[in-house]
């Protein structure tokens, strides 16, 4: 499958099963206990690891740790299938937490916009992140655009 092509549901299914195994190679290694769902959304494939008891998952559920793990899954995945992934992986619903965080960053760009200010940059991350990001700022009324290169872009928030 080329780059630039959409991949198919089934495609997407495959990446999900495929990073569900080496999720779950992962919690066995570390004995840890999780729940893994597959999901397909907007062109990508979606892991979640939960738990309904109390464990030590939270562990794997800070951001870095999410970063990274979603990371290795990709290469994983990568290496199966020979085509880019582009898969999201949530761990104790770190994804939302994050969302959350970056509302509250959002807010606090819109405040100092609507103080006078012409623009608001925000830290860099990854284009994910940048994606959910520029979804808050519309819902808000705001314009926003990335800006830079590689490991710098980030969004920068202006009046709408």
Do not use: C, W
Request: proline fraction near 2%; aromatic fraction near 4%; hydrophobic fraction near 40%.
């Amino acid at each position: 499958m080329a780059e630039d092509q959409a991949p198919t549901t089934s495609q997407l299914e495959e990446e999900g099963e495929i990073a569900a195994d080496y999720i779950e190679e992962l919690l066995d290694i570390t004995d840890l206990d999780g729940d893994i769902e597959i999901d397909t959304r907007g062109g990508r494939a979606y892991v979640s690891v939960n738990s309904s008891e109390d464990t030590n998952l939270r562990l794997l559920a800070r951001p870095d740790t999410v970063a990274a793990l979603q990371e290795l899954t990709r290469i994983a995945v990568q290496t199966k299938t020979g085509s880019f992934s582009r898969l999201i992986l949530d761990v104790g619903g770190s994804r939302e937490a994050r969302v959350a965080e970056l509302t509250i960053l959002v807010d606090k760009a819109v405040e100092r916009i609507e103080a006078g200010a012409d623009s608001a940059a925000l830290p860099a991350m990854s284009s994910y992140e940048r994606k959910l990001v520029h979804d808050v700022v519309a819902e808000r009324g705001f314009s926003s655009q990335s800006e830079g290169e590689g490991r710098d872009r980030h969004t920068v928030i202006t009046r709408a």
